[in-house]
T-cell receptor
Framework: GENVEQHPSTLSVQEGDSAVIKCTYS??????FPWYKQELGKRPQLIID?????GEKKDQRIAVTLNKTAKHFSLHITETQPEDSAVYFC????????????FGTGTRLTIIP | NAGVTQTPKFRILKIGQSMTLQCTQD?????MYWYRQDPGMGLKLIYY???????DKGEVPNGYNVSRSTTEDFPLRLELAAPSQTSVYFC?????????????FGPGTRLTVT
């Protein structure tokens, strides 16, 4: 089955700096890669996703890049703000967001004011 | 819309007891999922369903059972609870997509087995 590895497990950045979280996946048939944000004590929520036919996608301060050859994808957050502090999970799936999502183990991002 | 709701929010079980975690969605989603989240770990899929009457195992199904008699409800049954089942359980639903392929999560149930 699919295996998703996520690094780093914790990340602290100064407010205003950029943060990068990286994930690798094992199943070359995976074609959908979402990122979820989970604030403390809350439910996970989708923040951005990318399909395998796209190399990069951006939404305001958040961007995701995908390298299908190397089987890795990354989340980039620019101009970080205190409200970006949360746990971020990457995931991979063989279909567009349905059925079996395999999640990474999460990255706890702390923004230092 | 209430979205995805789960009951109870918290529960303490003794070893060997059984219980059902309830999950309901009012978004008319076809797909529903059950995940467990252990401390410092990601979400692991327990069971999922692509429609009423259809269920399938995920990554960690042992010790659990599910049923899907209606589109709205997807209960998770724990039989003979064990300490290894101490976790936070999330139900989610999706499909068909509107603007995204997002899985919408419920608020979670924190279960402790002692």
């Amino acid at each position: 089955g699919e295996n998703v590895e996520q690094h780093p497990s914790t990340l602290s950045v100064q407010e205003g700096d950029s943060a990068v979280i990286k994930c690798t996946y094992s199943d070359s048939a995976s074609n959908y890669f979402p990122w979820y944000k989970q604030e403390l004590g809350k439910r996970p929520q989708l923040i951005i996703d990318i399909r395998s036919n796209v190399g990069e996608k951006k939404d305001q301060r958040i961007a995701v890049t995908l390298n299908k050859t190397a089987k890795h994808f990354s989340l980039h957050i620019t101009e970080t703000q205190p409200e970006d502090s949360a746990v971020y999970f990457c995931a991979a799936s063989r279909s567009f967001g349905n059925e079996k999502l395999t999640f990474g183990t999460g990255t706890r991002l702390t923004i230092i004011p | 819309n209430a979205g995805v709701t789960q009951t109870p929010k918290f529960r303490i079980l003794k070893i060997g007891q059984s219980m059902t975690l309830q999950c309901t969605q009012d978004m008319n989603h076809n797909y529903m999922y059950w995940y467990r989240q252990d401390p410092g770990m990601g979400l692991k899929l327990i069971y999922y369903s692509v429609g009423a009457g259809i269920t399938d195992k995920g990554e960690v199904p042992n010790g659990y059972n599910v049923s899907r008699s209606t589109t709205e409800d997807f209960p998770l049954r724990l039989e003979l609870a064990a300490p290894s089942q101490t976790s936070v359980y999330f139900c989610a639903s999706s499909w068909p997509p509107v603007l995204t392929y997002e899985q919408y999560f419920g608020p979670g149930t924190r279960l402790t087995v002692t």
